[in-house]
């Protein structure tokens, strides 16, 4: 079965510091790949996504994505954290279109914790 | 890419009752997507609305519980019916297009 695997329910850095949010998928052929930030009460936005080329990825508010096809894994980082990075990240997964359409797959999520 | 506008962005509904969630989208879409984000959750499709069509529900879900409406391009509307407590979630409606899939900011419903 297709999936995505978000490993860590919560992660905790400390302002200024590099953050990491791992992602890997479970999913046959190359599939485009996507993060998405969740604010308290709001909807999802758009962060990066990954269809084919350069493996590292540039998204809004300074994060990126590193696109690894041999790990099946697409981590997301920003290099300095920001208190204001505090939200839930979802890993999402849109497997080749096999026929009709295929349907987004998102991971559990995780939530990010920027402390001062 | 595509804007969408959702509402009611938040409601308290007495459990029996129906709420129906809108998206206007901006531009003309094919397909359009609901989902629900149950608390704590992650995000679980609902139904695929392609307009002119009865909307594709997955397993689990049932037209008559969530009647879903897609009279042109560019709007639909998700109906919850008869609901219980466990209707509490957030409601999101969702359009593929040039970065991806774009999500409405979200219906969350309280039943009481």
């Known amino acids: 079965a297709q999936s995505v695997a978000q490993p860590e329910d919560q992660v905790n850095v400390a302002e200024g510091n590099p953050l990491t949010v791992k992602c890997t998928y479970s999913?046959?052929?190359?599939?485009?790949l996507f993060w998405y930030v969740q604010y308290p009460n709001r909807g999802l936005q758009f962060l990066l996504k990954?269809?084919?080329?350069?493996?590292l990825v540039k998204g809004s508010y300074g994060f990126e994505a590193e696109f690894n096809k041999s790990q099946t894994s697409f981590h997301l980082k920003k290099p300095s954290a920001l208190v204001s990075d505090s939200a839930l990240y979802f890993c999402?997964?849109?497997?080749?279109?096999?026929?009709?359409?295929?349907?987004?797959?998102f991971g559990a999520g995780t939530r990010l914790a920027v402390h001062p | 890419s595509a804007v969408i506008s959702q509402k009611p962005s938040r409601d308290i509904c007495q459990r029996g009752t129906s709420l129906t969630i809108q998206c206007q989208v901006d531009?003309?879409?094919?397909?359009m997507f609901w989902y629900r984000q149950q608390p704590g959750q992650s995000l679980t499709l609902i139904a695929t609305?392609?307009?002119?069509?009865?909307?594709?529900?997955e397993s689990g879900f049932v037209i008559d519980k969530f009647p879903i409406s897609r009279p042109n391009l560019t709007f639909s509307t998700l109906t919850v019916s008869n609901m219980s407590p466990e209707d509490s979630s957030i409601y999101l409606c969702?359009?593929?297009?040039?970065?991806?899939?774009?999500f409405g900011s979200g219906t969350r419903l309280t039943v009481v």
């Open positions: 969702s359009v593929y297009n040039a970065n991806g899939y774009t």
């Open positions: 999913v046959s052929g190359n599939p485009y």
């Open positions: 990954y269809i084919t080329g350069d493996n």
């Open positions: 999402a997964v849109l497997p080749p279109r096999t026929g009709g359409y295929n349907k987004l797959i």
């Open positions: 531009s003309q879409v094919t397909m």
């Open positions: 609305a392609n307009q002119g069509s009865e909307a594709t529900y």
